[in-house]
Nanobody, 125 residues
Framework: QVHLVESGGGLVQPGGSLRLSCAASGFTLDYYAIGWFRQAPGKEREGVSCISSSEDDTYYADSVKGRFTISRDNAKNTVYLQMNSLKSEDTAVYYC??????????????????WGQGTQVTVSS
């Protein structure tokens, strides 16, 4: 069975940190770029961060630059999103997606090869 599984979400106070994981099962992430997306209630899905298969390229939305860091560990078939200095506006369901083409993830085209089921991140005091 082929799928992506996100984990690491939860409730955190403003200014806190979380690390999300996106683990692949049934296929190897080595040849895929990975993107993190989020969707808050009543809002459209937005791209958060992407990383190319080679790790040479990374992308961050302006809203998270300097606070979030994307990384990957191909040996563990996992991609991470370290989120620091969290704000209430970061509250959303976070999804990861895999696609062979990095630019498709950055462009937010959707219809990627694989999607995870999402993990809830709530930033609240």
């Amino acid at each position: 069975q082929v799928h992506l599984v996100e984990s690491g979400g939860g409730l955190v106070q403003p200014g806190g940190s979380l690390r999300l994981s996106c683990a692949a099962s049934g296929f190897t992430l080595d040849y895929y770029a990975i993107g993190w997306f989020r969707q808050a209630p009543g809002k459209e899905r937005e791209g958060v961060s992407c990383i190319s298969s080679s790790e040479d390229d990374t992308y961050y939305a302006d809203s998270v630059k300097g606070r979030f860091t994307i990384s990957r560990d191909n040996a563990k078939n996992t991609v991470y999103l370290q989120m620091n200095s969290l704000k209430s506006e970061d509250t959303a369901v976070y999804y990861c997606a895999a696609d062979p083409l990095y630019r498709r993830l950055v462009a937010g085209l959707g219809k990627y090869y694989y999607w995870g089921q999402g993990t809830q991140v709530t930033v609240s005091s």
